[in-house]
């Protein structure tokens, strides 16, 4: 059974950092895309970092601040979350599909085979 769970999340004041962790389990994450997704109230659940074989894809709207990286011998995918701002609220999601051809960007939401549960990012201004 595949299952992704995550932790770390909290409430941060602006300029923080918070690091979000992804364990995954029931299948290996270097044979996978896995990252991370995020939906603020109101808007789309968005990618923000993904990463496979094929690279690494950070969104514009985090470079410069957020970093992901995996641990293979935990099977972990991590989130550092620096230089944190109000609009970074929002709920985090990891995430996993066996895509491949996808290069180094997010999948769409909707192809997305495996989520967590999710985990809450409150920035405080």
């Known amino acids: 059974e595949v299952q992704l769970v995550e932790s770390g999340g909290g409430l941060v004041q602006v300029g923080g950092s918070l690091r979000l962790s992804c364990a995954a389990s029931?299948?290996?994450?270097?044979?996978?895309?896995i990252g991370w997704f995020r939906q603020a109230p109101g808007k789309e659940r968005e990618g923000v970092s993904c990463?496979?074989?094929?690279?690494?894809y950070i969104d514009d709207s985090v470079k410069g601040r957020f970093t992901i990286s995996t641990d293979a011998a935990k099977n972990t995918v991590y989130l550092q979350m620096n230089s944190l701002k109000p609009e970074d609220t929002a709920h985090y999601y990891c995430?996993?599909?066996?895509?491949?051809?996808?290069?180094?960007?997010?999948?769409?939401?909707?192809?997305?085979?495996?989520w967590g549960e999710g985990t809450l990012v409150t920035v405080s201004s």
């Open positions: 029931g299948f290996v994450i270097g044979n996978y895309v």
């Open positions: 990463i496979s074989e094929e690279g690494t």
């Open positions: 995430i996993a599909v066996d895509i491949y051809g996808l290069g180094p960007r997010c999948p769409s939401r909707y192809d997305v085979r495996y």
